[in-house]
């Protein structure tokens, strides 16, 4: 049972465009929900993460809108590069202490065209 | 240090070897992580431990077996493995109340042949 869905699967946006990924949840219990952002060969980091009391969180370049009666949270990756070509991950965090549960979205490969 | 470093990097074994990775980091964090990542797929989690013990075990498979020596250290067991487990194996750590913030190490990628 996928709790988060993330939507597309792959992206190809050209450099200085706007990368736009969406995800959904079904679960009210979850109190984060953190973007991950992958490279090749190497592990998932943490990009941005906002919590469902906020509607919008901006680092940089990176920005997450969140919308708690949709059930929906979307990253925006503005004036896209080519260096942000790396596979990115929606999560939802839910729980405490040892039994702190991340579920994360199937991802989605983007591709920055130079 | 806010790094998680796992080795090594690449292994390659036969179903009859037994072999370990290991990870570590100093960042004080007392929860750590095994993971198992497939091509094109979001990370799988298999292991949990909190404050050096055991907390969750993902249903995984007895051939895989993890042991945290102290709050610094990782590892992860290897014995019997079948080609179906190659794998990027990550591991990850977080600070007690914050587990949506997961520091991954790069991964130790398995083939098993």
């Known amino acids: 049972q996928q709790q988060v869905k993330q939507s597309p699967q792959s992206l190809i946006v050209q450099k200085g465009g706007i990368s736009i990924i969406n995800c959904a949840y079904e679960?009210?219990?979850?109190?984060?929900f953190p973007w991950y952002q992958q490279f090749p060969g190497k592990g998932p980091a943490l990009l941005i993460a906002i919590r469902p009391d906020v509607s919008e969180k901006k680092e940089g370049r990176f920005t997450i809108s969140f919308n708690k009666s949709a059930k929906q949270f979307s990253l925006h990756i503005m004036d896209s590069q080519p260096g942000d070509s790396a596979t990115y991950f929606c999560a939802a965090s839910s729980g405490g202490g040892s039994n702190y549960k991340l579920t994360f979205g199937k991802g989605t490969l983007l591709t920055v065209n130079p | 240090d806010t790094e998680v470093t796992q080795t090594p990097k690449h292994l390659v074994m036969g179903m009859t070897n037994k072999k370990s990775l290991k990870c570590e980091q100093h960042m004080g964090h007392r929860a750590m992580y095994w993971y198992k990542q497939k091509a094109k797929k979001p990370p799988e989690l298999m292991f949990v431990?909190?404050?050096?013990?055991?907390?969750i075990n993902e249903s995984v498979p007895s051939r895989f077996s993890p042991e945290c020596p102290n709050s610094s250290l990782l590892n992860l067991h290897l014995h019997a493995l079948q080609p179906e487990d190659s794998a990027l194996y990550l591991c990850?750590?977080?600070?007690?109340?914050?587990?949506?913030?997961?520091?991954f190490g790069p991964g130790t990628r398995l083939t098993v042949l």
């Open positions: 990850a750590s977080s600070r007690p109340g914050q587990g949506f913030r997961r520091f």
């Open positions: 679960n009210t219990a979850f109190d984060y």
């Open positions: 431990y909190s404050y050096e013990k055991l907390s």
